[in-house]
Nanobody, 124 residues
């Protein structure tokens, strides 16, 4: 069974940093691109960052470019999202998910089930 567990969220002030962790199991981790997504109340789920399996290439949404860094450790089946210079607009529940092909920006469909996610709250 495919399983991902997100952790590392919390409450921070604007300008602060967090590192999110995605621990994965139940699939061949190194064969899949892994994306970080977020969803704020009343908004579509949005792909903010992704890292490819084939070459490690990374992608970022315009709103987080230069502030967030995604990385993966295939030996540990883990993906990280380092989030620096956080803004109140970053407040959301953050999710990770494997994909075949990276997805950035708002998602049109729900893509089935999602995990629990981890809450990030940035105060001004």
């Amino acid at each position: 069974e495919v399983q991902v567990v997100e952790s590392g969220g919390g409450l921070v002030q604007a300008g602060g940093s967090l590192r999110l962790t995605c621990a994965a199991s139940g699939f061949t981790f190194e064969d899949y691109d892994i994306g970080w997504f977020r969803q704020a109340p009343g908004e579509a789920r949005e792909g903010v960052s992704c890292i490819r399996s084939s070459d490690g290439r990374t992608y970022y949404g315009d709103s987080v470019k230069g502030r967030f860094t995604i990385s993966r450790d295939n030996a540990k089946n883990t993906v990280y999202l380092q989030m620096n210079n956080l803004k109140p607009e970053d407040t959301a529940v953050y999710y990770c998910r494997p994909f075949t092909g990276c997805v950035i920006g708002p998602l049109k469909g729900d893509f089935g089930s999602w995990g629990r996610g981890t809450q990030v709250t940035v105060s001004s």
